[in-house]
C-alpha cells in the first residue's frame, strides 16, 4: 500500500482593500479613456489599499481566512510561504511579518519572487513539503500592494493593476483539493519585459534613479501577452497530459487575471467553452501573484462542486515565470 502522504488545500482565504479605483477615476489621471480600458483589458474598477494595510497585513487577513476554513490554527502551521513583487521591505521578509502577525509562532517563513506566477510556484513548494514528509501544514500566501509601485503618470500600466491577497492552507490530510500536478517554467533570457529597474543591488537608489522614475514597474504589454498566452497554453497541457485528463473533464479553469482578452485566447486555444472560465479582471484588475487563489476563493464560495471535480490553474508573470496547476476535490 502507498502510505506516501498527499498534498491538499484545506482551505483557502482572500482579502481585497475597500478602496475602489474606477475607470473614470484613472481617466482624471492619466490620458485614457474607460472605452479603451473595458475594450483592450475587460477592467472596470480595481481595489487599492490604505497607507496603513501593506502586503504583510493584507496577507495576514487572507491567511487568518484560509486558517479558518481549513480549520487549521496557527500554531499548526510548519512553513508560511509568501508570494510577493511588492514586499513590506527587501529585508525582512514579508513571510517573518505575517508569521508574527498571525501567531504562527512554530512555523519558518520564506518569501517567494515569481511576479504573477508566485502564487503556483508556492503551491508547487507546499506540495513537495508536504508530500516529502517534511512538513504537515505549509501556509502559502500570495499579497500585492502592486499600488506602491506603480507609476500613476504611466497609462501603460496604471490602469492594469490593483492590490489584494489570497492564502491557502496546504496539509497531508483533511477534506480539500489534491494538488494533482503543478508543472512551472521560466525565461530568464525575457527579464527586462516585466521590470523595476532600480532600487535593487544592480541599481541602488540614488538622485538619478528617482529622477528617472526606475523604481517604478515597468511591462512591455504586447510582448508580453504574446508570451503569456502560448505559455500558459503549453502548461496547461502539459498538466493536463500528466494526469491523463481532456480539457473536456475540467470543470473550472482559473486563469491569472491580466487581461480579458489573454483569458478568452487560452480558453478558445483549450477548447473550454466560456461558462467554465473563471473571472475577476472585470472587478479587481492584474493583482499580480494573489490573482489566481482570489478567484479560486471567490469561485469556491459562489459554486457548489463535487468530489472529484477538476480545476485548472494557470499563471503568468515577470521573470518571464509561467504555471499551471491541476486540482481534484477530495
Ligand atoms: O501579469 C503579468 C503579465 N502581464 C500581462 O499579461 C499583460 C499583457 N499585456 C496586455 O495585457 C496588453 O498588452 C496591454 C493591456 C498592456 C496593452 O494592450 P495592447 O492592445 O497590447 O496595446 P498596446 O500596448 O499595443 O498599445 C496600443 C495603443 C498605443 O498607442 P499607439 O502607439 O498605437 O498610438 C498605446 O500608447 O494604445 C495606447 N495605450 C493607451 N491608450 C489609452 C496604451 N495604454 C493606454 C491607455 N489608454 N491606458
Redesign the pocket.
Known amino acids: 500500500m502507498n502510505n506516501k502522504p498527499q498534498a491538499r488545500i484545506r482551505g483557502i482565504g482572500s482579502y481585497l482593500p475597500q478602496k475602489i479605483l474606477s475607470n473614470s477615476d ?1 481617466e482624471k489621471l ?4 474607460n472605452e ?2 473595458v475594450t ?2 475587460g477592467m472596470n474598477e480595481r481595489r487599492i489599499a490604505t497607507k496603513e494595510e501593506c502586503t504583510s497585513h493584507m496577507g495576514a487577513y487572507a491567511a487568518r481566512a484560509a486558517l479558518e476554513k481549513a480549520q487549521v490554527t496557527a500554531a499548526d502551521i510548519d512553513m508560511i510561504l509568501v508570494a510577493t513583487m511588492s514586499p513590506d521591505y527587501l529585508c525582512p521578509n514579508t513571510a517573518g511579518l505575517i508569521q508574527t502577525q498571525i501567531g504562527a509562532t512554530r512555523a519558518a517563513a520564506l518569501d517567494i519572487q515569481a ?2 506566477t508566485g502564487f503556483l510556484y508556492g503551491l508547487s513548494i507546499a506540495k513537495a513539503l508536504v508530500e516529502s514528509g517534511t512538513y504537515k501544514n505549509v501556509l502559502v500566501i500570495a499579497s500585492e500592494k502592486m499600488s506602491s509601485f506603480i507609476d500613476y503618470t504611466d ?6 493593476f490593483g492590490d489584494g491577497a489570497s492564502a491557502a492552507v496546504v496539509s497531508d490530510s483533511g477534506k480539500g483539493w489534491f494538488v494533482d500536478t503543478v508543472r512551472l517554467g521560466a525565461d530568464g533570457e525575457l527579464a527586462d519585459l ?1 521590470i523595476i529597474p532600480a532600487g535593487g543591488a544592480r541599481h541602488p537608489a540614488s538622485q538619478e534613479t528617482v529622477e528617472k522614475r526606475e523604481h517604478f514597474f515597468r ?1 512591455s ?5 504574446k508570451h ?1 498566452v502560448r505559455r500558459m497554453e503549453m502548461a496547461a497541457k502539459e498538466c493536463l497530459d500528466a494526469t491523463g485528463l481532456a480539457a473536456d473533464d475540467i470543470r473550472w479553469l482559473v486563469p ?1 487575471q ?2 480579458l ?2 483569458i478568452d485566447a487560452i480558453a478558445k486555444q483549450m477548447n473550454i467553452p466560456d461558462e467554465k472560465v473563471y473571472k475577476t479582471v472585470h472587478k479587481y484588475g ?1 493583482t ?1 501573484a494573489s ?1 489566481v487563489a482570489i478567484a479560486l476563493d471567490e469561485l469556491l464560495q459562489e459554486q457548489q462542486l463535487n468530489h472529484d471535480d477538476h480545476l485548472l490553474l494557470v499563471a ?3 521573470g518571464l515565470t509561467w504555471g499551471a496547476a491541476l486540482l481534484t476535490q477530495t
Open positions: 484613472l492619466v490620458d485614457t479613456t479603451w480600458i483592450r483589458t511576479a504573477c497609462r501603460n500600466t496604471c490602469v492594469l516585466v511591462m504589454g504586447k510582448e508580453v501577452f503569456a491569472h491580466a487581461n482578452r489573454i492584474n499580480s490573482s503568468f508573470g515577470g
